[in-house]
Protein backbone atom coordinates (compact mmCIF):
# COMPACT_ATOMS: atom_id res chain seq x y z
CA UNK A 1 0.00 0.00 0.00
CA UNK A 2 1.30 3.38 -0.74
CA UNK A 3 1.14 6.77 0.83
CA UNK A 4 -0.67 8.31 -1.55
CA UNK A 5 -3.69 5.46 -0.70
CA UNK A 6 -3.22 6.41 3.22
CA UNK A 7 -2.23 10.27 3.86
CA UNK A 8 -4.32 12.81 4.97
CA UNK A 9 -5.08 15.96 1.98
CA UNK A 10 -6.99 18.34 4.06
CA UNK A 11 -3.79 20.17 5.61
CA UNK A 12 -3.93 22.77 8.18
CA UNK A 13 -1.31 25.41 7.80
CA UNK A 14 -0.76 28.49 9.84
CA UNK A 15 1.92 31.74 8.63
CA UNK A 16 5.27 31.33 10.70
CA UNK A 17 4.84 35.19 12.12
CA UNK A 18 1.55 33.53 14.39
CA UNK A 19 1.57 32.60 18.13
CA UNK A 20 1.53 29.47 19.91
CA UNK A 21 -2.07 30.36 20.73
CA UNK A 22 -3.08 31.09 16.67
CA UNK A 23 -1.87 27.86 15.86
CA UNK A 24 -3.64 25.88 18.99
CA UNK A 25 -7.19 27.81 17.78
CA UNK A 26 -6.01 26.13 14.59
CA UNK A 27 -5.95 22.54 15.26
CA UNK A 28 -9.23 22.50 17.51
CA UNK A 29 -11.46 24.77 14.57
CA UNK A 30 -10.07 22.10 12.45
CA UNK A 31 -10.11 19.09 14.84
CA UNK A 32 -5.92 18.12 13.84
CA UNK A 33 -3.38 17.61 16.18
CA UNK A 34 -0.94 19.47 14.10
CA UNK A 35 -0.41 21.80 11.68
CA UNK A 36 2.16 22.82 9.20
CA UNK A 37 3.90 25.80 9.42
CA UNK A 38 4.38 28.23 6.29
CA UNK A 39 6.55 30.84 5.65
CA UNK A 40 5.85 33.05 1.74
CA UNK A 41 3.59 29.79 1.77
CA UNK A 42 6.74 27.51 1.86
CA UNK A 43 6.51 24.90 4.54
CA UNK A 44 9.10 25.18 7.04
CA UNK A 45 7.90 23.37 9.82
CA UNK A 46 5.42 21.39 11.94
CA UNK A 47 3.75 21.88 15.58
CA UNK A 48 1.85 19.61 16.95
CA UNK A 49 -0.36 19.46 20.47
CA UNK A 50 2.93 18.56 22.24
CA UNK A 51 5.02 21.55 21.07
CA UNK A 52 2.48 23.72 21.91
CA UNK A 53 2.29 22.44 25.70
CA UNK A 54 6.03 22.16 26.10
CA UNK A 55 6.20 25.65 25.14
CA UNK A 56 4.47 26.88 27.61
CA UNK A 57 6.07 24.71 30.03
CA UNK A 58 9.20 25.85 29.15
CA UNK A 59 8.58 29.30 28.63
CA UNK A 60 5.96 29.39 31.63
CA UNK A 61 4.35 32.26 29.18
CA UNK A 62 0.96 32.39 28.09
CA UNK A 63 0.52 30.95 24.41
CA UNK A 64 -0.33 34.47 23.14
CA UNK A 65 3.42 35.32 24.03
CA UNK A 66 4.54 32.48 22.54
CA UNK A 67 6.04 32.90 18.84
CA UNK A 68 5.15 29.70 16.98
CA UNK A 69 8.47 29.70 15.46
CA UNK A 70 9.61 28.92 18.77
CA UNK A 71 7.80 25.76 19.16
CA UNK A 72 7.88 24.58 15.86
CA UNK A 73 9.93 21.42 14.26
CA UNK A 74 11.97 22.22 11.29
CA UNK A 75 13.15 21.48 9.04
CA UNK A 76 10.09 19.15 8.05
CA UNK A 77 10.38 15.42 7.74
CA UNK A 78 9.09 14.78 4.42
CA UNK A 79 8.10 11.66 1.96
CA UNK A 80 6.52 10.89 -1.30
CA UNK A 81 3.36 10.09 -2.26
CA UNK A 82 4.68 6.80 -3.79
CA UNK A 83 6.72 5.47 -1.08
CA UNK A 84 5.20 2.70 0.65
CA UNK A 85 3.65 2.52 4.15
CA UNK A 86 6.45 0.27 5.61
CA UNK A 87 8.79 2.80 4.26
CA UNK A 88 7.16 5.41 5.78
CA UNK A 89 6.66 3.96 9.27
CA UNK A 90 10.49 3.28 8.99
CA UNK A 91 10.62 6.67 8.25
CA UNK A 92 8.94 7.77 11.38
CA UNK A 93 10.73 5.36 13.65
CA UNK A 94 14.02 6.33 12.40
CA UNK A 95 13.24 10.12 12.86
CA UNK A 96 10.91 9.39 15.94
CA UNK A 97 7.95 10.98 14.05
CA UNK A 98 4.40 10.55 14.54
CA UNK A 99 4.01 12.21 11.49
CA UNK A 100 4.92 13.15 8.04
CA UNK A 101 4.76 15.44 5.12
CA UNK A 102 3.80 14.41 1.99
CA UNK A 103 5.95 16.06 -0.68
CA UNK A 104 5.42 15.84 -4.45
CA UNK A 105 8.77 17.76 -5.98
CA UNK A 106 7.98 21.42 -4.18
CA UNK A 107 4.22 20.36 -3.90
CA UNK A 108 3.22 19.53 -0.22
CA UNK A 109 0.24 17.46 -1.01
CA UNK A 110 -0.62 15.69 2.25
CA UNK A 111 0.56 14.58 5.90
CA UNK A 112 0.20 10.84 7.01
CA UNK A 113 0.27 10.25 10.51
CA UNK A 114 0.80 7.03 12.79
CA UNK A 115 -2.74 6.89 13.21
CA UNK A 116 -3.15 6.68 9.28
CA UNK A 117 -0.93 3.92 8.84
CA UNK A 118 -2.89 1.92 11.54
CA UNK A 119 -6.24 2.92 9.69
CA UNK A 120 -4.94 1.53 6.63
CA UNK A 121 -3.32 -1.64 7.62
CA UNK A 122 -6.41 -2.18 9.70
CA UNK A 123 -8.77 -1.96 6.43
CA UNK A 124 -6.25 -3.95 4.29
CA UNK A 125 -7.05 -6.44 6.89
CA UNK A 126 -10.32 -6.16 6.83
CA UNK A 127 -10.55 -6.67 3.20
CA UNK A 128 -8.20 -9.24 3.31
CA UNK A 129 -10.33 -11.34 5.86
CA UNK A 130 -13.03 -10.64 3.23
CA UNK A 131 -11.57 -11.93 0.58
CA UNK A 132 -10.61 -15.02 2.04
CA UNK A 133 -14.10 -16.11 3.46
CA UNK A 134 -15.75 -14.76 0.00
CA UNK A 135 -13.36 -17.45 -1.63
CA UNK A 136 -14.41 -20.19 0.87
CA UNK A 137 -18.09 -19.27 0.65
CA UNK A 138 -17.92 -19.94 -3.03
CA UNK A 139 -15.73 -22.98 -3.17
CA UNK A 140 -18.32 -24.81 -0.42
CA UNK A 141 -20.90 -23.77 -2.54
CA UNK A 142 -19.44 -26.12 -5.85
Not at 16 to 37: A, D, K, Y
Not at 75 to 97: C, F, Q, S, Y
Request: net charge negative; charged share 30%; with cysteine.
Amino acid sequence: MLVEEAMTTDLVTCPVGESVQGGVERMLRNRVGSVIVREDDVPTGIVAETDCLHAGFVTDAPFGEIPLRKAMSSPLNTIRPEKTLRRATERMHDEGVKKLVVVDGMDLVGIITTQDVIEAYHDLKADIHDLVNSDRAWSLDG
